[in-house]
């Protein structure tokens, strides 16, 4: 006979383990891997990056702590993203050499080139698009995110973007292609001023007393795009909830989950959306604002735009992104790619809890869906990475994941909140090479 299920109201061990703080004795989902407040992604367009060796090095950058260009790389985990058909001038997967072909695999295999930045402005045809997916397919690399490039045809979006790839009988129809190949998160060029996703819309810390005017009109803007998506219109539907994801479908029926992103520049997203405008969207207002939100953002930039191609980032890039990293290594912002930071965002909104009380040990069951509405392929064993519960005793505490017994648990004392947890570890990933 199997253990008796027990509510978690009702549950005599966890009472027993209770303490005076408010909701200490209750199992609850923690919003965000231990011990993190917030999650940030640099989710990075490279357009107009010059060439593999900027590319090369802004990645050892920001992922390593070697040596660089800029100094010692700050070790924080970003990804990048890759397109093929391009104007010779600019780094891209057909455009580079041998070489660079490579790096950009290794990095795919990795998991730090995460993102496909459409097919690029010269693709034009279906052709294009399976040359490069076939390509990709040799060589056992997979994406599963895609971000729509300025006005590339191949992108999926119809009212911002302006891309024919999910309508079938376009010459340039790629979506069911792409879609088989892996694709599941898209962004259509929706992009919020508002600090922090997953937490009510606030316009808070858009005005900028240093610039009144401009700010002015940027808080302006948002304003107008949450009353217009009260009103029911599509175009900024994503504002109103303020979420990172929503299931949706293209314009072929393939299901899929848009993804919104932010950039907080006083001056409005595309303004500071390159590495010198860094300065002013990774201050530390705006990092203090996130933590204290809880939230989550995908970073809408362009760190290939550079000034200067033998020093990519100039010393006050340099600085915040140290800055950054501090913030991350104190346990304040957890810093990922954008395709693990969707996948975790995508694995929680699926989740529900359970508890059972067996030889005097709390068990919970965690039960999962597909995520969000049904849609797109099913969940990885890494979008539950970093998955936190709440408990009152974490000794006396035992996880299962879908009815399977989980043995790499770890158990945490108290966060800000002064609740303890358990935890599955967030392992990093590891950077090739190069």
Not at 131 to 154: I, K, T, Y
Not at 277 to 295: A, C, K, Q
Not at 350 to 362: K, N, R, W
Not at 365 to 389: K, P, Q, R, W, Y
């Amino acid at each position: 006979m199997g253990p008796t299920r027990i509510p978690i109201a009702q549950s005599r061990c966890v009472q027993r383990m209770a303490r005076a703080l408010p909701n200490a004795g209750e199992v609850v989902l923690r919003p965000l891997p231990y011990p993190y407040r917030a999650l940030l992604a640099i989710c990075s367009d490279l357009d107009e990056t010059p060439d593999r060796r900027v590319y090369s090095e802004i990645m050892r950058f920001l992922n390593t702590t070697k040596i660089t260009a800029m100094g010692l790389g700050v070790g924080l985990e970003v990804g990048n993203t890759i397109y093929f058909d391009m104007p010779p001038e600019q780094f891209a997967y057909w455009n580079t050499d041998d070489l660079g072909r490579e790096m950009v695999r290794n990095l795919m295999r990795s998991g730090h080139i995460d993102c496909l930045h459409s097919f690029g402005d010269l693709a034009t045809t279906r052709d294009h698009a399976a040359r490069a997916l076939d390509e990709l397919s040799r060589h056992e690399c997979r994406l599963e995110v895609w971000v729509d490039h300025g006005v590339a045809p191949s992108n999926f979006g119809a009212d911002i973007m302006a891309g024919c790839g999910d309508i079938p009988g376009h010459p340039v129809y790629h979506a069911d292609l792409t879609c088989a190949f892996g694709i599941k998160y898209v962004w259509r060029g929706r992009v919020t001023s508002v600090t922090g996703q997953n937490v009510g819309p606030r316009l808070s810390g858009i005005f900028a007393l240093r610039h009144p005017g401009a700010s002015g009109r940027t808080l302006a803007k948002e304003a107008a795009k949450q009353c217009v998506s009260w009103c029911g219109d599509g175009k900024y539907s994503m504002h109103r909830p303020n979420r990172v994801l929503r299931a949706d479908r293209l314009r072929n029926g393939q299901a899929v989950f848009e993804f919104l992103r932010c950039n907080p520049h006083w001056k409005g997203p595309g303004e500071g959306a390159t590495a010198s405008g860094l300065t002013e969207v990774l201050t530390s207002g705006f990092l203090d604002r996130l933590v204290r939100r809880g939230g989550v953002c995908v970073l809408y930039t362009h760190l290939g735009k550079v000034r200067e191609t033998q020093v990519p980032f100039n010393k006050q890039t340099v600085a915040v992104l140290r800055r950054l990293a501090d913030r991350y290594s104190r346990g304040d912002i957890l810093v990922t790619t954008t395709r693990r930071a969707l996948g975790f965002c995508r694995a929680m909104q699926g989740i529900s809890l359970s508890t059972e009380c067996v030889e005097g040990e709390t068990v919970v069951n965690v039960s999962t869906g597909d995520g969000a509405g049904g849609c797109a392929s099913a969940l990885a064993d890494s979008d539950f990475d970093g998955l936190t519960v709440y408990t009152p005793d974490p000794d006396r505490t035992r996880l299962r994941l879908n009815g399977k017994v989980l043995h790499t648990v770890i158990r945490n004392g108290p966060d800000h909140t002064g609740r303890s947890s358990v935890s599955l570890p967030w392992p990093r990933l590891e950077f090739p090479d190069l």
